[in-house]
């Protein structure tokens, strides 16, 4: 059973370009996490997602963020117009559906805005 | 909204010493989730507590729940270097399905 997948590993973008981060959940799991972490720092929440349902996107920057996890294919994370303060590790986790069970994170994407 | 206070931030320790670090809330928790991260890796599950009171052991590893289920611990004995990385606690939260991430308290042993 093949872990969380996200890519790429690692992104270099431009001022003023688009990032698009995908991951692929655990098989069965329905429900997705992003986390944003930087250096030795703890993990910041992002957004919260089920299939094609944003549950919770409370900790999303309203501007220039978005996330969607729709019926087919892996859930994407976009930043538009990425500034330098970007830059971070962001972590994908798919949990199974209903209870209160543990994330698997993926290897994250380490994004890099220059 | 909800927060919970993970402490110490650093503990730097010998090879051999023993570890601990606490996670504490100011309203009752249903559960919590410890997990573990290496330099340079992602979030890694340890375990999950439950009841009241409730002590769970791996090898070298020991986790509480508080009686008032309002904090937890995590101590590891006679450190080993496998053990660097950041420890952190993570209450799930049934408001909302989600887990409330401590800061991490992060291990380091010292040359």
């Not at chain 1, 872990?3 to 981060?21: D, F, I, S, Y």
């Not at chain 2, 020991?62 to 309002?70: D, I, N, S, V, Y």
């Not at chain 2, 409330?100 to 992060?106: E, L, N, P, Q």
Request: charged content about 20%; some cysteine; proline content about 6%.
């Amino acid at each position: 059973n093949a872990g969380v997948m996200q890519n790429p590993r690692h992104l270099v973008r431009r001022r003023g370009q688009e990032a698009r981060l995908r991951c692929s959940p655990m098989k069965g799991h329905s429900h997705v996490y992003w986390y944003r972490q930087l250096p030795e720092e703890g993990l910041k929440f992002m957004v919260y997602l089920q299939k094609e349902n944003i549950i919770d996107e409370s900790g999303m920057p309203k501007e220039r963020f978005s996330a969607e996890f729709p019926k087919e294919g892996p859930s994407i994370l976009r930043i538009q117009q990425v500034v330098r303060g970007d830059s971070a590790a962001y972590f994908c986790a798919s949990s199974p559906p209903r209870g209160k069970y543990e994330q698997y994170f993926g290897p994250g994407t380490r994004l890099t805005v220059t | 909204g909800q927060q919970v206070m993970q402490i110490p931030q650093y503990q730097h320790v010998q090879e051999g010493e023993d570890f601990t670090t606490y996670c504490n809330s100011s309203t009752t928790l249903s559960n919590i989730q410890w997990y573990k991260q290496r330099p340079g890796g992602h979030p890694v599950f340890l375990i999950q507590l439950v009841k009241s009171g409730e002590v769970k052991k791996q090898k070298r590893l020991t986790f509480q729940f508080g009686e008032a289920k309002k904090n937890s611990s995590l101590h590891i004995t006679a450190t080993q270097t496998t053990d660097v990385g950041t420890y952190f606690c993570a209450p799930y939260m049934d408001s909302n399905y989600q887990l409330i991430w401590g800061a991490g308290t992060k291990l380091i042993i010292k040359p």
